[in-house]
């Protein structure tokens, strides 16, 4: 161990976390303050096996501390959603079902992580990296690397919880949300900036910039239950309709009949003037699944759900809410029917699905991508008695064109030869890009040349694509191919690693070739 300031630096902080967590343990509104307490271990120990970590000098001291943190890491995004469910006053799904349902992910990618030493889905490849001012963890990233955005989905959904329930909290509420939220956003982006592999400062590399904005998260909530006695003040009362409310609101009586509604409904619905004293059937006639809910819920209330609206590819998705209006003596008079536009959640995950599976820079399938696709494609051509066949395919030349048309023009030629191998292959390929300069396909062959057709097409396209192009270099690729065989499966890395060397072994005939005329 080799103390240094980074490591000392996360070590302070997480024992400033630590700190606030035992002070919350014993506070006296436990329900609340017993939950955000192991909210907040869960970020020290995050903090501190990190700044451990910071602190060895080999390996294997590196990973242990590297997966002792990552208990930290898989808990703490749902402890938070956890804290934000019963803090806004939903803590009656807080069922153990749903509780355990919620850490299933955690628990999976948990064992995953303390066994990659011999998976390496996680880190592909470790090292001591020393070419900065302390020695750190130096990692290639492995296939699920990119499964780290799903702590993204409950940090997100407990801002969301909280921002939802702040609209129609009293000011004073409301001021505590602010704080929890705003602490919420600065972590969530330094965590999308290392995902990205944005590199705050270059000189250190593979520093973990989010172990030391945690804390602060931590720090800056527990100042609220100091200032703002966040855990003393348990949310009991909302406004039940607010006029500048950004979500879209609609009152009924008990006869299903609309007796009021703010701006932002009136906008919704396109209503000039709220219908007062229409019926609930009536009055959403263009909304059937909405209407059907007012009129009878099949669920008991209160009630939400997901509703959409408009056809696919331009839906919009709300979240609604019924709630009894009951008089003093807890008679229902009314509902109260509130809704919450999601579509951009709705678009920000279909979005961070769509990422684990395509290549930004050229649109086709990634690694991982490929790797789900054509695996159900083997299987199937397994069942069916079919040759399927893996060709790789190396784009020629493109560390030249980088260093001597620069990197933009790299990742041109990437995005043009992309697009010259999926004009070529057919819809029921797989096509993908494998990573860096490298392609393969997975195609089924009807004929045995099949694959050798197919790249001779390629070669067509190539050189028609050269001849009308007036760029000062050719795009021009190697290939390999392997083939599945029909008497013993061939799992798809072997056929992966075979067709590489086949096409190793075309580069190098190639550039042979003109010495042997």
Same mark, same amino acid.
């Given at each position: 161990?080799?103390?240094?300031?980074?490591?000392?630096?996360?070590?302070? $902080?997480?024992?400033?976390?630590?700190?606030?967590?035992?002070?919350?343990?014993?506070?006296?509104?436990?329900?609340?303050?017993?939950?955000?307490?192991?909210?907040?271990?869960?970020?020290?120990?995050?903090?501190?096996?990190?700044?451990?970590?910071?602190?060895?000098?080999?390996?294997?001291?590196?990973?242990?501390?590297?997966?002792?943190?990552?208990?930290?890491?898989?808990?703490?995004?749902?402890?938070? $959603?956890?804290?934000?469910?019963?803090?806004?006053?939903?803590?009656?799904?807080?069922?153990?079902?749903?509780?355990?349902?919620?850490?299933?992910?955690?628990?999976?990618?948990?064992?995953?992580?303390?066994?990659?030493?011999?998976?390496?889905?996680?880190?592909?490849?470790?090292?001591?990296?020393?070419?900065?001012?302390?020695?750190?963890?130096?990692?290639?990233?492995?296939?699920?690397?990119?499964?780290?955005?799903?702590?993204?989905?409950?940090?997100?959904?407990?801002?969301?919880?909280?921002? /939802?329930?702040?609209?129609?909290?009293?000011?004073?509420?409301?001021?505590?949300?602010?704080?929890?939220?705003?602490?919420?956003?600065?972590?969530?982006?330094?965590?999308?900036?290392?995902?990205?592999?944005?590199? $705050? =400062?270059?000189?250190? /590399?593979?520093?973990?910039?989010?172990?030391?904005?945690?804390?602060?998260?931590?720090?800056?909530?527990?100042?609220?239950?100091?200032?703002?006695?966040?855990?003393?003040?348990?949310?009991?009362?909302?406004?039940?309709?607010?006029?500048?409310?950004?979500?879209?609101?609609?009152?009924?009586?008990?006869?299903?009949?609309?007796?009021?509604?703010?701006?932002?409904?009136?906008?919704?619905?396109?209503?000039?003037?709220?219908?007062?004293?229409?019926?609930?059937?009536?009055?959403?006639?263009?909304?059937?699944?909405?209407?059907?809910?007012?009129?009878?819920?099949?669920?008991?209330?209160?009630?939400?759900?997901?509703?959409?609206?408009?056809?696919?590819?331009?839906?919009?998705?709300?979240?609604?809410?019924?709630?009894?209006?009951?008089?003093?003596?807890?008679?229902?008079?009314?509902? $109260?029917?509130?809704?919450?536009?999601?579509?951009?959640?709705?678009?920000?995950?279909?979005?961070?699905?769509?990422?684990?599976?395509?290549?930004?820079?050229?649109?086709?399938?990634?690694?991982?991508?490929?790797?789900?696709?054509?695996?159900?494609?083997?299987?199937?051509?397994?069942?069916?008695?079919?040759?399927?066949?893996?060709?790789?395919?190396?784009?020629?030349?493109?560390?030249?064109?980088?260093?001597?048309?620069?990197?933009?023009?790299?990742?041109?030629?990437?995005?043009?030869?992309?697009?010259?191998?999926?004009?070529?292959?057919?819809?029921?390929?797989?096509?993908?890009? =494998?990573?860096?300069?490298?392609?393969?396909?997975?195609?089924?062959?009807?004929?045995?040349?099949?694959?050798?057709?197919?790249?001779?097409?390629?070669?067509?396209?190539?050189?028609?694509?050269?001849?009308?192009?007036?760029?000062?270099?050719?795009?021009?690729?190697?290939?390999?191919?392997?083939?599945?065989?029909?008497?013993?499966?061939?799992?798809?890395?072997?056929?992966?690693?075979?067709?590489?060397?086949?096409?190793?072994?075309?580069?190098?005939?190639?550039?042979?070739?003109?010495?042997?005329?």
């Amino acid at each position: 161990m080799q103390p240094n300031l980074l490591s000392l630096t996360g070590f302070l $902080l997480g024992a400033c976390v630590t700190v606030f967590a035992i002070y919350t343990w014993g506070h006296r509104a436990p329900r609340e303050s017993r939950l955000f307490s192991i909210f907040m271990i869960s970020i020290a120990v995050y903090v501190m096996g990190y700044s451990l970590e910071l602190a060895s000098t080999s390996l294997p001291l590196m990973l242990f501390w590297n997966k002792a943190a990552f208990f930290g890491i898989a808990t703490y995004p749902t402890l938070f $959603l956890l804290f934000a469910v019963q803090y806004t006053g939903w803590d009656r799904y807080l069922t153990r079902r749903n509780v355990l349902l919620l850490f299933l992910v955690p628990a999976v990618l948990t064992v995953i992580k303390l066994l990659d030493d011999r998976l390496h889905l996680v880190y592909q490849d470790v090292w001591v990296d020393t070419s900065g001012p302390v020695p750190m963890l130096g990692f290639t990233r492995g296939q699920i690397y990119p499964l780290a955005l799903y702590h993204l989905l409950p940090v997100s959904l407990g801002i969301i919880l909280l921002w /939802k329930w702040r609209a129609n909290a009293l000011t004073l509420y409301r001021n505590q949300a602010n704080l929890i939220i705003a602490s919420a956003l600065p972590p969530v982006i330094v965590f999308l900036l290392y995902m990205a592999g944005i590199q $705050l =400062f270059p000189g250190l /590399k593979y520093l973990d910039w989010n172990a030391l904005v945690f804390p602060v998260w931590g720090i800056i909530i527990g100042r609220a239950a100091f200032h703002y006695r966040l855990l003393d003040l348990a949310p009991v009362a909302r406004d039940a309709l607010i006029e500048r409310l950004g979500d879209s609101v609609f009152v009924l009586d008990d006869r299903a009949r609309l007796v009021d509604a703010n701006p932002e409904a009136c906008r919704m619905m396109g209503w000039p003037q709220p219908p007062i004293g229409s019926q609930a059937d009536e009055a959403f006639s263009s909304w059937t699944e909405l209407a059907e809910a007012c009129q009878a819920p099949e669920e008991p209330l209160p009630l939400k759900r997901d509703i959409q609206r408009g056809p696919d590819g331009a839906a919009h998705f709300y979240d609604l809410s019924l709630t009894p209006l009951k008089d003093r003596n807890n008679g229902v008079i009314g509902l $109260l029917i509130v809704m919450h536009d999601i579509t951009d959640l709705k678009r920000m995950e279909a979005r961070l699905r769509e990422l684990t599976l395509v290549d930004e820079l050229t649109g086709l399938h990634n690694r991982r991508g490929f790797n789900v696709l054509a695996g159900q494609a083997l299987q199937m051509a397994d069942r069916m008695s079919l040759q399927a066949a893996v060709i790789f395919i190396d784009l020629d030349g493109l560390k030249t064109i980088n260093d001597n048309y620069g990197h933009t023009e790299g990742d041109r030629a990437l995005a043009d030869a992309a697009r010259l191998l999926r004009s070529t292959c057919r819809a029921s390929d797989v096509l993908a890009r =494998f990573g860096g300069d490298e392609f393969i396909v997975l195609m089924m062959e009807s004929r045995e040349d099949g694959a050798q057709q197919l790249i001779d097409r390629f070669d067509e396209q190539f050189a028609d694509f050269n001849a009308r192009s007036r760029r000062e270099y050719p795009l021009t690729i190697s290939c390999g191919v392997a083939r599945t065989s029909l008497d013993r499966p061939i799992p798809l890395e072997e056929l992966i690693n075979m067709a590489d060397r086949a096409m190793y072994v075309n580069k190098r005939a190639r550039r042979q070739a003109p010495a042997e005329i």
